[in-house]
Nanobody, 126 residues
Framework: QVQLVESGGGLVQAGGSLRLSCAAS????????MGWFRQAPGKEREFVAA????????YYADSVKGRFTISRDNAKNTVYLQMNSLKPEDTAVYYC???????????????????WGQGTQVTVSS
């Protein structure tokens, strides 16, 4: 079993920055992928970014490339999402998720993830 807890959300003006954290507990191995997804009001949940615990492979949605950075601290079992140049359209509940041995071609598919956090709200004002 894996438990995930997100934190770091809040209210920020457009152009500002936030850093989200996802603390994982339980049995996490280097072959796990960690993903960030978001869901805006009235919209489906969408992929934002993903990383493998062992490092190396990073994945981003086109909408956040160049603005968001995903990283991990293995010693703390924590994955981060640094969000810069935030836009009002980034407003959403942000979720982290994980799965063991997720094929790289499926990291953007929410249905492939086995464990989810409770989400953290990010609101970007114009």
């Amino acid at each position: 079993q894996v438990q995930l807890v997100e934190s770091g959300g809040g209210l920020v003006q457009a152009g500002g920055s936030l850093r989200l954290s996802c603390a994982a507990s339980g049995r996490i191995f280097s072959s796990y992928h960690m993903g960030w997804f978001r869901q805006a009001p009235g919209k489906e949940r969408e992929f934002v970014a993903a990383i493998r615990w062992s490092g190396g492979s990073l994945y981003y949605a086109d909408s956040v490339k160049g603005r968001f950075t995903i990283s991990r601290d293995n010693a703390k079992n924590t994955v981060y999402l640094q969000m810069n140049s935030l836009k009002p359209e980034d407003t959403a509940v942000y979720y982290c998720a994980t799965r063991y041995l997720l094929p790289s071609g499926l990291v953007h598919k929410e249905g492939e993830y086995a464990y989810w956090g409770q989400g953290t709200q990010v609101t970007v004002s114009s």
